[in-house]
């Protein structure tokens, strides 16, 4: 029993120790990134409202000097590698980079969820510039990035245009990476306490198992004895009592 559970029972453990792992890495890097792009969008959604740059989204002007005025405070924000303000007809109508400037990129799906009224944040690697076209014009040395997609909305509350930023947030990605050294720390010692603790019980039960074993053997052997005992009486009590009776006779 031991030794089948020392086996099965560290690869079970071990399995959901690794499994616990990866599942609360990927929730904190999701929720610290989505931390990050909340933030990003109520700044850049106060810089619209206050200089009215919805208009010129709904109108979809490209190079509209109102949205760069407005969006050349997003460019210049910490970590930021490009910042795009796109109208609703997918056409990029201001942008950090003159490449994207007066194009239209139907093929990106993150910014079509993003019209559609919806916040996403994609991760993205260095070999960015195999997935999409607005890609092209990035370095190619950039590595792990993050790009936020979401929906520009006027003063009543309709969506006008959307808003690409794309990120490299350094202080972020070391929280983030710290996260999930403490969670492959805590979900592997915890596998092994569990382990440990198992292993103990387990032991101990096979301990008392074979204990009780050992009683039980020691019960049917001494029942056998005196079973064996009775019989061997009753065997010479009979002829015994025969002798007894033919002497009394005599």
Same mark, same amino acid.
């Given at each position: ?69 407005? %969006?050349?405070?997003? @460019?210049?924000?910490?970590? &930021?590698? /490009? +910042?795009? #303000? ?106 092994? %306490?569990?382990?440990? @603790?198992?292993?103990?019980? &387990?032991? /101990? +039960?096979? #301990? ?43």
């Amino acid at each position: 029993l031991t030794r089948r559970f020392a086996f099965v029972g560290l690869v079970s453990i071990g399995l959901m120790s690794v499994i616990v792992a990866l599942s609360l890495s990927r929730f904190l890097t999701e929720r610290m990134l989505r931390q990050e792009a909340v933030l990003t969008m109520e700044f850049i959604h106060s810089l619209v409202l206050v200089e009215n740059a919805s208009l010129y989204f709904r109108e979809g002007r490209p190079g509209a000097p109102e949205v760069a005025s407005t %969006f050349n405070h997003v @460019a210049n924000m910490p970590d &930021v590698l /490009r +910042a795009s #303000a796109h109208s609703a007809d997918h056409r990029g109508i201001w942008s950090s980079d003159k490449a994207i400037v007066g194009r239209q990129f139907p093929d990106n799906p993150e910014l079509e969820r993003a019209l559609a009224g919806e916040l996403v944040v994609h991760e993205a690697f260095e070999d960015h510039h195999a997935d999409k076209a607005e890609h092209a014009s990035l370095k190619q040395d950039i590595g792990y990035f993050v790009e936020i997609y979401f929906p520009v909305r006027d003063a009543g509350g309709q969506i006008v245009g959307a808003v690409e930023i794309y990120k490299t947030p350094r202080a972020l990605f070391e929280a983030i990476r710290a996260g999930e050294r403490a969670a492959w720390i805590g979900a592997l010692l915890g596998g092994l %306490f569990l382990y440990l @603790a198992l292993f103990w019980l &387990v032991r /101990r +039960a096979d #301990a008392l198992i074979r204990h009780q074993q050992d009683q039980l053997v020691q019960s049917e052997t001494l029942a056998a004895v005196g079973e064996m005992g009775s019989a061997v009486a009753h065997g010479i009590r009979n002829p015994l009592a025969s002798i007894r009776s033919s002497a009394e006779l005599s």
